[in-house]
């Protein structure tokens, strides 16, 4: 994994100038203007004296009053959580009940509060409150209902929706803010010697947290989702020889109601998006008698995963599922189908579906990925990246790049029609095409991790031209008693 070197810490004049688009640099730029800001570089948390692995859950508040009534709540503490609110933070506390925390950091403010102390009752430790995880500062915009903010700030307003990295009010950089708040936390939330974290908090805080572990600037706000009580897991190792940990984003935004129920992506309405869907586990070597792994079938965990996720995208309407020409993926995408073209049969609508299905020949990956038994996470981090392979790893990555753009051009360039367009294939062509999609180089491949079985959802408010948001990565809950764990226990475990 790519690794920054840490940051000196900037000046209170300088606070959160700093942004990255690309790993390459770790030289702090201080900007002096807005206009500074496009190539500066962030570094990732520090902890240098990390010496064992640490599971950090991200979760943001249940729905609030303020949420509901659609008012603007930034760091204002009026709001308090709904009935609706607080059966989501009891279904994050089940979710959550097997979990070994160690501890639990929690914003002050009263939503975020209430969340925690539904989430961690019955566990014996106190809360940590961290003033630094309070929600957004928004100054003059807080209470404000959203159409008020367009009717009496107009541009700022405009600003504040379409380019929140350079959104300044009442002489502050509320996102830069952010950036730096969030830098902070992280010092304090790794330097404590508990090896599984709970962290409860908000969703811009939430969002800086992701993407500052990851080294990523302010301009990635509201690009990596955050629903109300959606959980995301970060993954801290020590680093070999010392020095910032290596850092992979395990899920992102798993929520207690669906990933593809319609609705809103950061505020905006969508009706483009691209799933990216695992395909299901296949037999192993050992049970197939002829060709190369590509030619594994699913085995019956593989068949059950697919069906899961067919029944899952039966609340949409999908248009076309491109897919690996490889077996499992084949046949992942088959399930999918029949079930979307059975929906009329099957009661969720009326109208037969017809769903275009293709194979493309970008989403086929090298036998040697699939016979690794070993994440993809894994197999970097343990020096793989460093042999003769990484060749393999090279081409792997610039047919993601033709993968990506097919995807792309299923999507109408218009900003009315709605187009959903699910992708199967081994979880390490999607692990590519996610960096594709947020412009991050090769490097970044292990910073995130994907199931088989798991899904993925880009959404694209602005058409196919326009900047994908991504709604959650590495889904798993829709596969019930075989899904992957939101989180593992840590007793006894080396390492995750």
Request: proline share 5%.
């Amino acid at each position: 994994m790519l690794l920054l070197a840490r940051t000196p810490p900037p000046s209170p004049a300088a606070a959160g100038r700093r942004r990255v688009l690309r790993p390459a640099s770790s030289t702090c730029v201080l900007c002096s203007s807005v206009h500074e800001l496009e190539r500066s570089p962030a570094a990732r948390p520090g902890a240098s004296s990390l010496r064992a692995a640490k599971r950090v859950v991200l979760v943001r508040h249940g729905q609030s009053t303020w949420n509901a009534e659609g008012r603007i709540q930034g760091s204002s503490d009026i709001s308090v959580l709904t009935p609706k609110g607080e059966s989501q933070a009891e279904t994050s506390r089940q979710m959550l009940l097997s979990d070994s925390f160690d501890a639990c950091f929690t914003s002050p403010l009263a939503r975020s509060r209430r969340t925690a102390e539904i989430i961690w009752e019955g566990r014996g430790d106190e809360l940590i409150p961290d003033t630094d995880l309070r929600e957004i500062d928004l100054y003059s915009f807080q209470g404000l209902l959203k159409h008020e903010g367009k009717e009496r700030y107009g541009v700022l307003y405009r600003q504040w929706q379409k380019n929140a990295a350079n959104f300044s009010i009442d002489g502050h950089y509320p996102v830069r803010e952010l950036w730096d708040r969030a830098q902070s936390c992280w010092e304090r939330i790794l330097a404590h010697e508990g090896r599984s974290v709970l962290v409860v908090a908000h969703n811009a805080v939430n969002q800086a947290l992701v993407a500052t572990s990851l080294g990523l600037g302010a301009e990635y706000f509201r690009v990596l989702l955050q629903s109300n009580c959606g959980a995301s897991v970060l993954d801290f190792t020590p680093k070999t020889g010392g020095g910032p940990p290596n850092v992979c984003l395990n899920r992102l935004n798993q929520t207690p109601n669906s990933p593809v129920a319609p609705g809103s992506s950061g505020g905006r309405k969508t009706s483009k998006r691209i799933i990216l869907a695992c395909q299901g586990t296949m037999q192993s070597s050992s049970e197939i008698s002829l060709g190369g792994m590509g030619y594994a079938p699913l085995n019956m965990l593989g068949t059950i995963q697919s069906q899961k996720t067919a029944e899952l995208l039966l609340d949409l309407k999908v248009n076309s599922i491109i897919c690996s020409p490889q077996v499992a993926a084949v046949d992942t995408a088959a399930a999918i189908c029949e079930v979307q073209e059975a929906a009329d049969c099957l009661g969720a609508d009326c109208v037969p579906r017809y769903v275009e299905m293709k194979n493309l020949l970008e989403l086929e990956i090298d036998d040697v990925f699939l016979a690794k038994q070993k994440s993809f996470g894994e197999i970097v981090q343990s020096g793989w990246m460093g042999s003769a392979e990484y060749k393999t790893l090279e081409r792997l990555w610039a047919q993601s790049k033709d993968a990506w753009q097919a995807l792309l051009n299923e999507l109408p360039e218009d900003s009315e029609s709605d187009r959903v367009v699910v992708a199967v294939g081994h979880p390490a062509i999607h692990l590519a095409m996610i960096c594709q999609c947020l412009d991050l180089p090769i490097e970044y491949m292990s910073s995130f991790h994907l199931d088989n079985g798991s899904i993925s959802v880009i959404d694209f408010p602005d058409g196919r031209k326009g900047r994908g948001i991504v709604r959650c990565t590495n889904y798993t809950a829709h596969l019930g008693r075989w899904s992957i764990p939101i989180t593992r226990p840590t007793e006894n475990d080396e390492e995750f």
